[in-house]
């Protein structure tokens, strides 16, 4: 009887990790069926000057997000909002919260998805672009898109190694995302001046390469959308909002100290029931 319990315990405790991991990967399922989406806001308008960014849920003139001086290059964190239509609205930082936009644009948030709502152009031309967010990869992949932010250049090529993200992408335009082999790569900006950046992608991770006007020509600024787990980071970008954005971190630490600390306490208490017991 007591190998039929230890063998019980055993197959209980092996099961462990498979259960665990079932937990972790229902994440982005759990969140779609909760009715939650994300979405973050960018300005990408080289000479407009600082924004005051305001969100509002449809119908509701109270602003469920509001970002003071949101300047050129600046990305916001992801925030999580319910299921449902939105209005994103920029005005002239320091305006007061009643002046009419300068621009707004319709959110529609799917639960389970995530979205960028970026200021994109010219300031005579400036629009709002609602971006769908990729949230998961192909098996041992990484995905990347870019977005043509440069004034200074109004058309670049955009390569990632060897690949070509994007070839000629005019200034305020967006290039689909494209499936990369992860590694430590190095991505080239083209115009009619050039920088390059190293970048560490890692598997299982979805990025939105910004190129960007900098003081001494082109910038490439690494957006992560998402990081694993098919959920996107808690943080922002490189730019603007306390530093490079966070990635959200693998399970598989935990799981094995969880699985570890079972198995010790399981082993434990077998240990306990084969003593022998003493006698009065």
Do not use: C
């Not at 009643?98 to 031309?125: F, M, R």
């Not at 960007?212 to 990081?227: K, P, R, S, Y």
């Not at 082993?267 to 029931?273: P, V």
């Amino acid at each position: 009887m007591k190998i039929l319990g230890f063998i019980r315990w055993t197959a209980i405790l092996l099961a462990m990790p498979a259960l665990l991991l079932g937990i972790f990967g229902a994440s982005s399922a759990s969140a779609a069926s909760s009715g939650i989406g994300w979405v973050r806001l960018a300005h990408f308008s080289p000479n407009t000057p600082a924004v005051d960014v305001y969100l509002y849920s449809f119908g509701d003139s109270s602003a469920e997000l509001v970002l003071h001086h949101v300047a050129y290059g600046t990305v916001s964190p992801y925030e999580s909002l319910s299921a449902g239509e939105y209005t994103v609205a920029m005005r002239p930082a320091g305006a007061a919260p009643t002046t009419a936009p300068a621009i707004s644009a319709s959110l529609a948030v799917t639960a389970g998805h995530s979205y960028t709502v970026a200021g994109l152009g010219p300031e005579s031309g400036l629009r709002l672009a609602v971006l769908d967010d990729q949230l998961t990869t192909p098996p041992g992949k990484a995905v990347v898109r870019v977005i043509q932010a440069s004034l200074q250049d109004h058309v670049v090529t955009v390569s990632y190694a060897a690949k070509s993200l994007a070839h000629n992408l005019a200034f305020g335009s967006v290039a689909a995302y494209q499936t990369v082999d992860p590694g430590t790569v190095t991505v080239t900006a083209t115009g009619a001046s050039e920088t390059s950046a190293t970048l560490d992608i890692a598997a299982g991770t979805v990025h939105t390469l910004v190129i960007l006007d900098g003081a001494q020509g082109l910038e490439i600024d690494n957006l992560v959308d998402a990081a694993g787990s098919a959920v996107p980071p808690a943080g922002g970008a490189a730019t603007g909002f306390g530093g490079t954005a966070p990635r959200v971190p693998s399970p598989a630490p935990w799981l094995l100290l969880v699985v570890a600390g079972l198995l010790v306490a399981g082993a434990g208490g077998l240990g306990l029931r084969w003593l022998p017991r003493s006698r009065a």
